[in-house]
């Protein structure tokens, strides 16, 4: 399902009218994309910031790029990442291997500073896209702080070097003793329901300060399964319930430093976020002691050739634009926070796989790997596109596979998917494997976990051995019955 609906006029009326689009759509059939479109011209100073792209052309306020960005470089003849040869990486780990590189971590951090310079604004690594402690400590050197979900990923965060006022705690539907733990941390609280709030403030009084989740009934995201501020979301407190929390606020003298939402992932369209910010800015009204508004994430990044992508440049411009005229209005400098995980991880990871078989039936052409839905459920999940290239037959014929996994059950990549002439023993290259890749693994089957590969400044370091019998087996208790 496809829709677009031009000229989004940002009111609740038309927002029901897609809510309905939206829930008509999904009693059909799984969900595809949903996207309201706004109109924007063609911008070339844009296309000349983003040099991996050949061009660009702006459709509806973002971008559609016309190449990939170069996850993989051919030199040669032969593909490298960040100058380290693809092959050799296969030889010296063995496949299946997440190799991941800094460079370009740094670059996509780099651009979302730029965009968002004119305000007071930090940038939390969502470390839930790829949590290697050494991808931790690489963003900490560069200045990020850092978004976590769980009291694993902030102790996670406090061994990677963070300082606790530079993480925020985001968690959903945990117990009030989770976030008791979090608090003797020391980490900024983000509390996204009533009933944890009034727990909160009854035992915390105004000692701790806390950010209150918003679920500013927006829907935005790429699919279902990643659209968090929409009314039918299990996520954040309705900004219709804002009297009650004022309530609760006031009775429990509870100190709110920061309001927070996130709307969805692969969001492209600009006057969405613009949408959500207003709707945030509108209920600070109920918070004097707010230090900093967090609006979350859900830039969007390629994935396909022809794929649209979030224009950071423009959200970042007319974003800081209506932050700060909100500061004034507020009558305080408030600092701005992100917490991306795809826009920064995204294109820096690539997932690299054997060919075990070419299996031909009668109907298609199938190649498996040596991988599954157990080290990359993206496109299981989320019927999400990874591209893949051949990186063992660079200039070879182009032929139509479907690539499959070893797993089973249907485990399919790709349908259809245009690859050089794929012999058993090639290595395949799933491009956009940084974020939600091995962080979403698993051992389904009984298989290891793979191992993961840090380029940095072109050297290659092991950050994660393979799994081995030994771990597969370490908490299993052997019984006698
Ligand atoms: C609260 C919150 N913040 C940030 C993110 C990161 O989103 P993305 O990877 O799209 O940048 C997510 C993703 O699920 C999230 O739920």
Redesign the pocket.
Known sequence: MFFTAESFAASYILQRVYFSCFRRARKKGPLRFLHFNSCGGYNNQQAALSPNLISCSRYGGYFCALQLPAMLQLQNGQYEIGGVPVQQLCEKYDTPLYVYNTATMEAQYNKLKNAFSGANTKIKF?C??LNNINVLKFFRTIGAGL?T?SIQEVWTGLRAGFKPEDIIY?PNCVSMEEIELAVKEGVQINIDNISILEQFGHKYGSSIPVCVRINPHVMAGGNIN?S?GHIDSK?GISIYQMRHVERIIKAEKIRVNGLHM?TG??ILDVDVFLRAADILFEVTEHFPDLEFIDF????KVPYKPDDYYTDIDEVGAKLTESFNNFCKKYGRDLALYF?????LVSQSGTFLVKVNVIKQTTATVFVGVDSGMNHLIRPMFYNSYHHITNVSNPTGTQRIYTIVGYICETDTFGWDRKLSEVGEGDILAFHNAG??GFSMASNYNSRFRPAEVLVHKGKDYLIRKRETMEDLLRNQVEVEL
């Open positions: 969502a839930k896209a978004d979900v985001t990643i968090t996520f996130h992932s692969d979350g994430s859900g830039f917490e991306p995980g795809k826009f974020a939600y």
